[in-house]
């Protein structure tokens, strides 16, 4: 089935430890988006790339890196200079639907998500 | 101020209620609109997408009001299973299709 994987689902990390989380999708979506969720807060947006080997930064994107090498893959690096790195991260596709001059953003998938933890 | 906001709740009614969700937007160019379920430390799994005017699907239906900015969620017959946190999601094209998110509105259906 088609989907996106998320991996791990729980990480523990040291403190000054950078840990990269996996994303995977076989929808053959252009746009990926990593979103991180705080207890009590919305989804608020780190990086996001419409399209292989582009990203832009979101609205928190300090202290986080990513890479779009292929278009199934879109991982993030979650840095030593993060300074509140605990939090539930989530990766999302997404496609254009419509034609071209009628063209209009779809829905977002989400992957499982990823659980961080800083020791 | 926020692209999007909800009235976070939490909303506690009982079976059978109908209950209805707002969502305000800030920005006048979001092009589609959203609500996504999420359950407790879950991922979000979309409930219905809003393109017109609104839509409806069972027991949920979705207004847009472009005009005022808004958007609502009216469930019917509520079910014990309808508990969860309902989020509104609001896509601008801002260098690229972005998709902004409520924080949430919490149900809890009570029996």
């Known amino acids: 089935d088609g989907g996106i994987t998320q991996s791990p689902k729980y990480l523990f990390r040291k403190e000054g430890q950078n840990v990269t989380l996996s994303c995977e999708q076989n929808?053959?979506?252009?746009?990926m988006y990593w979103y991180r969720q705080d207890p009590g807060q919305g989804l608020r947006l780190i990086y996001y790339?419409?399209?292989?080997?582009?990203?832009q930064k979101g609205d928190i994107a300090e202290g986080y890196s990513v890479s779009r090498e292929k278009k199934e893959s879109f991982p993030l690096t979650v840095t030593s200079a993060q300074k509140n790195p605990t939090a539930f991260y989530l990766c999302?596709?997404?496609?254009?639907?419509?034609?071209?001059?009628?063209?209009?953003?779809?829905?977002?998938?989400f992957g499982e998500g990823s659980r961080l933890t800083v020791l | 101020r926020k692209e999007v906001e909800q009235d976070p709740g939490p909303f506690n009614v009982p079976e059978g209620a109908t209950v209805a969700f707002n969502c305000t937007y800030s920005?006048?160019?979001?092009?589609?609109f959203f609500w996504y379920r999420q359950d407790c430390r879950k991922e979000p799994k979309l409930l219905m997408s809003?393109?017109?005017s609104g839509n409806e699907d069972g027991r949920f239906t979705a207004q847009l009001n472009r005009a005022s900015q808004y958007i609502s969620l009216l469930i019917r017959d509520s079910k014990l299973s309808d508990s969860a946190t309902y989020l509104c999601?609001?896509?601008?094209?801002?260098?690229?299709?972005?998709?902004?998110f409520g924080t949430g509105t919490s149900l809890t259906v009570i029996p």
């Open positions: 920005n006048s160019a979001s092009q589609s």
């Open positions: 929808l053959n979506h252009d746009a």
């Open positions: 809003v393109y017109s």
């Open positions: 999302a596709s997404s496609i254009t639907k419509g034609t071209s001059g009628r063209a209009y953003p779809g829905e977002l998938f």
């Open positions: 790339s419409q399209i292989v080997n582009d990203f």
């Open positions: 999601v609001v896509n601008i094209r801002r260098g690229g299709n972005q998709f902004y």
